[in-house]
């Protein structure tokens, strides 16, 4: 393919830096690779709200419809959660890698965290996040829920993914389950049933509170990671102190055809918006997970290097909290220095 179009959908809080930021570099290096991009400006979130009157407005569905992938940055909640529904972006890809110059960021020793390559396969689509809710009461009181309803199907479906991940990695796939309290949630049978049409991969069933201790005790045993939508979200998370920065995360999420929205695994970090501080390397990986996904692997790769060489000479924005020789760049600072590395001739 030679031209694609994107949606780009800022958000708030920080989510509008970090996009700014992601899309100069995936600018520059769709022009070195010679492909063209257009980027059309969606809306959700808060800032919808304001423009349409909707957390997810219909103008911002028409424009996704067609398009190569959605670049988003962060909102709160409103809209998110619809979107994801909305195209069935039920595969999502969380990488969870350490650059070798930031093994020192870790919150673990570096010879627990060298070489660190996890994927979290997430389910993004149903669950409790989407299970029948509601706040109610009776002669008790008030009362909340939320249910964790998945379809054997929906979680077949999304095993079948990591199984193929996995496949095409170390071929070890540990799923997340917590079946000696819901054991209506069958997550290792149907699993180990899916993964008969995958002989080479070991499945490893866990309880997800003895998963959660294993990514901090021995994070580098694993490979890929299964889990539904709340226990993925709270394990990509570990991944984030794994790494030494959440701001480091970004993720994919893909639809049955391949279509997908990438965003960083932060939030909307409310704390430092606006500053011009935030660490753009979320969103950017969010945008390299996107060039992979339309098999433009060599651009993917240019972003990856450059983003490399710019750690390894020290820079580092404040969530990474610089020491010693490091040097504290803000946004544009870290972008500009990525920009030139991409643009020096030496590497290319
Ligand atoms: C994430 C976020 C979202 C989630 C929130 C913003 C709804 O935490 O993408 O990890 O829980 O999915
Ligand atoms: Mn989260």
Not at 89 to 96: D, E, G, K, S
């Amino acid at each position: 393919n030679l031209s694609y179009r994107i949606v780009a959908i800022a958000g708030e809080g920080i989510g509008p830096e970090v996009v700014k930021a992601s899309l100069k570099v995936l600018q520059l290096v769709v022009k070195l690779e010679g492909f063209s991009l257009q980027v059309d400006y969606g809306w959700l979130g808060s800032t919808a709200l304001e423009k349409f009157g909707s957390y997810f407005p219909q103008a911002t569905i028409e424009l996704c419809n067609g398009a190569n992938g959605i670049v988003f940055g962060a909102v709160t909640q409103g809209g998110l959660l619809e979107l994801r529904k909305h195209y069935d972006f039920f595969c999502n890809l969380r990488p969870i890698r350490l650059a070798n110059s930031l093994v020192h960021k870790s919150s673990l020793r570096p010879e627990k965290i060298q070489g660190l390559d996890i994927l979290i396969v997430r389910e993004l689509v149903s669950g409790i996040y989407f299970g029948p809710a509601g706040r109610s009461g009776d002669e008790k009181g008030a009362y909340g829920y939320h249910t964790m309803l998945y379809y054997d199907e929906e979680i077949r479906r999304i095993a079948r993914q990591a199984l193929h991940k996995a496949q095409q990695r170390r071929r070890l796939l540990t799923v997340a389950h917590k079946e000696n309290a819901l054991p209506h949630l069958p997550w290792t049978r149907l699993v180990q049933e899916e993964a008969k049409q995958f002989p080479d991969v070991v499945v490893e069933p866990m309880l997800v509170d003895n998963l959660a201790m294993q990514m901090v005790l021995n994070p580098q045993r694993f490979d890929v990671i299964l889990a539904g939508n709340m226990f993925g979200d709270i394990l990509s998370d570990i991944g984030g102190a794994l790494v030494g920065s959440l701001g480091l995360l970004g993720s994919a999420s893909l639809n049955a055809d391949g279509f997908g929205l990438y965003e960083a695994v932060h939030g909307t970090a409310p704390d430092i918006a606006g500053k011009g501080i935030a660490n753009p390397l979320g969103t950017l990986e969010a945008c390299v997970l996107m060039l992979q996904q339309w098999g433009e692997v060599r651009a993917a790769q240019r972003i990856m290097a450059a983003q490399e060489r710019v750690l390894a000479k020290g820079y580092r924005t404040a969530d990474l909290s610089p020491q010693g020789a490091e040097i504290l760049v803000n946004t544009e600072q870290l972008i500009d220095l990525l920009l030139e590395e991409l643009d020096s001739k030496q590497h290319s």
